[in-house]
């Protein structure tokens, strides 16, 4: 079947080319990687500075694995790993004064799935309690925990499907889906036959096998549908192994999975949306690799690896049988898939395997079927590469931007004294943490953001108390002086101007004005969601040759005053501190905590500085072209997030203006 015409090769060749157009290419699959395992380090560093590490944050799918485009607009699954309860498969792994969980994977319990029996803290024996909203007592007497998910409290915005919460993409945004885990540091019992086994592709090695027996796997509060004890059961999930299988795929597989993904969303979902999921594709595209001969997967081969693909997934359907890839008794379709479905779904498979390749014609995700047209008469389209790339650096900038927040909470209602001692407790932190690759550059995009906030702390202090800003201050606020464009640099500025020293303060400025390049330089505001226009041409044109974790020329952040930073904030700025009455509060949630700060974009705030300089200095013609150009910024520039304070501040101005005049 597979022994397809030398045209199949000129269409798999095509097709390649569409897909590296598009971003399926190995540079972009890398960066997406490196994007993504990045913001995942850089949550946990932040969770082991401020939340002593008691979850481990993890970005599994699509986006992490760089198997997705554009088009596809993937979600995230972020999987929250909590690390206070541990979890055991044998008697010999309890701790001591822990509240154990046993994984109980008998015969009672459906394939792919366990009990968690709660153990005495003081002894490795069997708990003894009454049922209660957290836990069941059976009738043989075991007390096993109950599924539990997020409180609503802290997911307002989330619905619930499955053991996810999951929250609707807005303004541009992926949608998101959190579940929340439990680890268990052994291999499943129930996975360990495939430890041992080997198909014809020699897939996975014995090394990635190994890798994979050392992650352990992670308990998801969800029960098999139908099963007896579909409330009490927990699935085992073996996601980090899957990772690592995934991050060993060569091109044309990540390529396979792709399209096999498209032909489903193209094909299958408008009419039977969800029941073949991209997780099944993926086990498929497993099952395959493994049991295929490896020199297949070849880029001028691709179309036969699809049909290869689409065959056993048509099987799959025709069986009701998707067996996990490392559980093989779970099966991933159980349930899933009704008659009327399956009849249809099988017809379409069948038209889309019999087309040899014309249905990919008929796909529009990312305009895939355009593009091939286009190939055949040799004609090429702009190629996606530089505005991922430029995408992907405003997610890490958004990332930094967001570690603002954290520290925010975390310092709300902090006297400056405990803020200074906190900062400083964070930064011997980060100086401690023992890691290497993207930890390490997770440590070295946070650091300098909190040398700038500690530098800002003291100087506000200093302020309060002398009026002059002292050395070690000053030395802090310069660690931070290449965070991003500006940001950092106006903080600086803003504590010149506050200290009364204006000379330097308009040095400063007119550094940071020189440097900034209005056509290239995007705004980036971590605070809350809110809609974004098309970022700029010549920002993408700059991002494509550049990596994930250079940010500091091209992005800017807003610029964040805590109420411990108050002195370093100009008069006219310090109310935005203080914007919600009692009565509001009441409303707002943790995700509003950026509202008790001072916080303002930093080119608006770049021009107000200079207007209150040089009000100071008396130089009238430069005082209102700083005027002029804090209102054009306000009317023109698309990507605010605090446009509100900058008509504030200009407001600010004009009075200023009229008392001038008066």
């Known amino acids: 079947m597979f022994q397809e015409p030398h045209y199949t090769q000129t269409l798999s060749m095509r097709v390649s080319e569409v897909l590296a157009d598009i971003g399926v290419d190995e540079r972009i699959v890398l960066k997406r990687r490196r994007t993504w395992l990045l913001r995942e380090s850089m949550a946990n560093v932040n969770n082991q500075l401020w939340n002593d590490n008691s979850y481990i944050v993890y970005y599994f799918g699509s986006q992490s694995e760089g198997t997705t485009t554009m088009g596809m607009r993937s979600d995230t699954d972020e999987l929250y790993c909590i690390n206070i309860f541990p979890v055991i498969q044998d008697w010999s792994e309890w701790i001591h004064g822990e509240p ?95 430890l041992d086994q080997q198909g014809e592709g020699q897939w996975p090695s014995a090394e990635m096998k190994q890798y994979c027996s050392r ?31 995934m991050l060993n795929l060569n091109i044309t597989q990540i390529r396979c999975y792709v399209l096999m993904k498209m032909v489903i969303k193209s094909f299958i979902d408008p009419q039977f949306e969800d029941v073949i999921s991209s997780y099944m594709c993926k086990t498929v595209l497993f099952h395959c690799i493994a049991n295929s001969h490896f020199n297949i997967w070849r880029e001028n081969n691709l179309l036969s690896c699809l049909l290869l693909c689409l065959y056993n997934l048509h099987y799959s359907i025709i069986n009701e049988n998707c067996p996990h890839f490392i559980i093989p008794k779970n099966n991933l379709m159980r349930g899933k898939i009704t008659s009327v479905e399956k009849t249809n779904i099988l017809d379409i498979l069948n038209n889309i395997i019999n087309s040899a390749g014309v249905a990919l014609l008929c796909i529009k995700c990312d305009g895939l079927g355009f593009r091939l047209h286009f190939k055949f008469y040799n004609l090429s389209l702009v190629k996606a590469s530089k505005y991922i790339s430029g995408h992907l650096l405003y997610d890490i900038a958004i990332s930094c931007s967001g570690a603002s927040l954290i520290s925010s909470y975390s310092l709300k209602n902090k006297r400056p004294n405990e803020a200074v001692q906190k900062l400083t407790t964070c930064l011997s932190k980060i100086s401690n943490i023992q890691y290497d690759g993207l930890y390490k550059t997770a440590c070295q995009l946070l650091a300098p953001r909190y040398c700038t906030t500690l530098g800002s702390v003291l100087a506000s202090i200093n302020i309060d108390q002398h009026n002059i800003v002292s050395a070690n ?69 700059t991002c494509d040759s550049r990596n994930v974790d250079t940010i500091h020329d091209d992005m800017v952040s807003c610029v964040t005053f805590l109420p411990c930073e108050i002195h370093c904030v100009p008069t006219e700025l310090r109310y935005e501190m203080i914007r919600s009455s009692p009565g509001d509060r009441i409303f707002l949630t943790q995700e509003d905590d950026w509202m008790d700060n001072a916080v303002v974009d930093s080119l608006p ?22 005027l002029s150009k804090l209102h054009r910024t306000i009317i023109t520039e698309p990507n605010l997030g605090h446009r509100e304070t900058a008509f504030n501040i200009l407001g600010k101005c004009m009075e200023q203006e009229v008392q001038d005049i008066k």
């Not at 154990?100 to 003081?122: E, K």
């Not at 352990?216 to 409330?231: I, K």
């Not at 506050?498 to 290239?520: F, P, R, T």
């Open 100 to 194: 154990n969980y046993l994984m109980i994977q008998d015969n009672s319990v459906s394939p792919g799935y366990c009990l968690l029996q709660l153990l005495r803290p003081d002894a490795p024996l069997p708990a003894d309690r009454e049922s209660n909203q957290y836990f069941f007592r059976d009738r043989t007497g075991k007390v096993l925990l109950k599924q539990f998910i997020f409180p609503d409290e802290y997911f307002h915005k989330f619905s619930l499907h499955g053991p996810a919460r999951v929250e609707q993409g807005s303004h541009g945004y992926c949608d998101r889906d959190i579940v929340i885990a439990l680890h268990c540091k052994t291999w499943p019992q129930q996975a360990r036959q495939w």
């Open 215 to 245: 992650t352990g796997c992670f308990v998801v509060p969800v029960g098999c549908r139908g099963s007896e004890h579909e409330q009490l059961e927990w699935r085992i999930s073996t996601s980090l192994a899957e990772r690592c299988l």
């Open 473 to 541: 201050a000053f030395e802090l606020i310069l660690l931070g002086w290449f965070t991003d464009a500006a940001s950092s640099k106006l903080k600086l500025a803003s504590i010149l101007f506050c200290a009364k020293e204006i000379q330097k303060a308009d040095l400063a400025l007119s550094i940071i004005e020189k440097y900034y390049d209005l056509q290239v330089v995007e705004p980036v505001c971590g605070c809350y969601d809110f809609e974004t226009e098309a970022l700029k041409q010549e920002f993408f044109a």
């Open 605 to 626: 705030y770049l021009y107000f500085l200079q207007y209150k300089v040089y009000s100071h200095l008396g130089r009238n013609n430069e005082k209102q072209s700083a």
